[in-house]
């Protein structure tokens, strides 16, 4: 192999199935305690932010299956331009996403307050822990080289 060629890339589902599935495990724990909607949104959310086709099409198609119209999960991409189509507590939620998966200097007092307006503690520890467990599968999916599948 030349220094050019690149071998396949390793999976973590290959390679650590139950690392993988052990996550999923924790996943679907968040879903007993956040509503459906709001769980989607910010996994749809931090996807946009970093860039990861695969989890976008994943997570839009999943959430469009649940009912969820296509027009919010395009805008979820410039939810601040687009409020009028998220409540107050989806626009927490978001902005919640946004400062955990960019981590310029943590969380903001002002947007923790304003997800503790519409979130109990329980809530709130779930978010966050729903946040970082979508950005470490969009990290994963985007350094293994994921593609999302073509749909026709």
Known sequence: MSPTEARARAT???ELPDVYTSLLDIGAGLRETL???TYELVKLRASYV???AFCIDMHAFDA???GE??????LVAAWHEARDHFTEAEQAALALTDE???LDGGVSDEV???VAQHY???EIAALIAAICLINFFNRVAVSTGHQPARRS
């Open 64 to 66: 469009m299956k649940a």
């Open 120 to 122: 109990s503690d329980r």
């Open 35 to 37: 509503d459906h909607t």
């Open 12 to 14: 973590v589902l290959g």
């Open 112 to 114: 923790y307050a304003a």
């Open 50 to 52: 970093n860039g990861c």
């Open 100 to 102: 955990v998966t960019e």
């Open 69 to 74: 119209s296509q027009q919010r999960m395009f």
